[in-house]
Antibody, heavy 120, light 111 residues
Framework: QVHLVESGGDVVQPGWSLSLSCAASGFTFSNYVFNWVRQAPGRGLEWVASISSDGGHRYYNKSLKGRFTIARDNMRYTLNLYMNGLTSEDTAVYYC??????????????WGQGTLVTVS | QSVLTQPPSVSGAPGQTVTISCTGS?????????VHWYQQFPGAAPKLLIY???FRPSGIPDRFSGSKSGTSASLAISGLQAEDEADYYC???????????FGTGTRVTVL
């Protein structure tokens, strides 16, 4: 059974850094692309970053202006998001989502429960 | 920063059919990228509802159906039930952003 569990969310001050983790189980982690998606309170979903199955390719939402880094450890079945220079605009629930590639484009077949980051 | 536009809310009586539109542009839906739909209840993570425009994952009732044409897509919920009250989001890929894009989200209310 696929299981994704995020952790690391916290209350931090503007300008601080924070690291999020997503522990995966129930499938072969190294076979899948993963994304981070966030949702500000009362707002919609926003794509944050994507990492290829081997970690060799990474893509970011341009609005982040290079402050975030996505990484993965295929041996430890872990996805990470390193966030720097946090602002109030980064306050959100952060979800890790497994990517299923089929047809033209990709979708998210499994999501974690999310971890809340509050910048205040 | 939603690139796909959805109506903020739709409502219907139990048993009726409601439709949610998702309008994009030539760099996403119009570029023939597939559209996918998610259902989200308050306080919960999104759940895949429709993928590749029209396909339902295992366990999703056939009351939910999707379609796509040109730069738009639609999600229809027939035989509306109280348990369908939730937020619904469309999602696709945008070539100019090199990443995923989501719709603005639609709240479905069962009257």
């Amino acid at each position: 059974q696929v299981h994704l569990v995020e952790s690391g969310g916290d209350v931090v001050q503007p300008g601080w850094s924070l690291s999020l983790s997503c522990a995966a189980s129930g499938f072969t982690f190294s076979n899948y692309v993963f994304n981070w998606v966030r949702q500000a309170p009362g707002r919609g979903l926003e794509w944050v970053a994507s990492i290829s199955s081997d970690g060799g390719h990474r893509y970011y939402n341009k609005s982040l202006k290079g402050r975030f880094t996505i990484a993965r450890d295929n041996m430890r079945y872990t996805l990470n998001l390193y966030m720097n220079g946090l602002t109030s605009e980064d306050t959100a629930v952060y979800y890790c989502a497994r990517v299923e590639t089929a047809g033209l484009s990709y979708h998210y077949d499994y999501w974690g429960q999310g971890t809340l980051v509050t910048v205040s | 920063q939603s690139v796909l536009t959805q109506p903020p809310s739709v409502s219907g009586a139990p048993g009726q059919t409601v439709t949610i539109s998702c309008t994009g542009s030539s760099s996403n839906i119009g570029a023939r990228y597939d559209v996918h739909w998610y259902q989200q209840f308050p306080g919960a993570a999104p759940k895949l509802l429709i993928y590749m425009n029209t396909f339902r994952p295992s366990g999703i009732p056939d009351r939910f159906s999707g379609s796509k044409s040109g730069t738009s897509a639609s999600l229809a919920i027939s035989g509306l039930q109280a348990e369908d009250e939730a937020d619904y989001y469309c999602q696709s890929f945008d070539s100019s952003l090199s990443g995923s894009v989501f719709g603005t989200g639609t709240r479905v209310t069962v009257l």
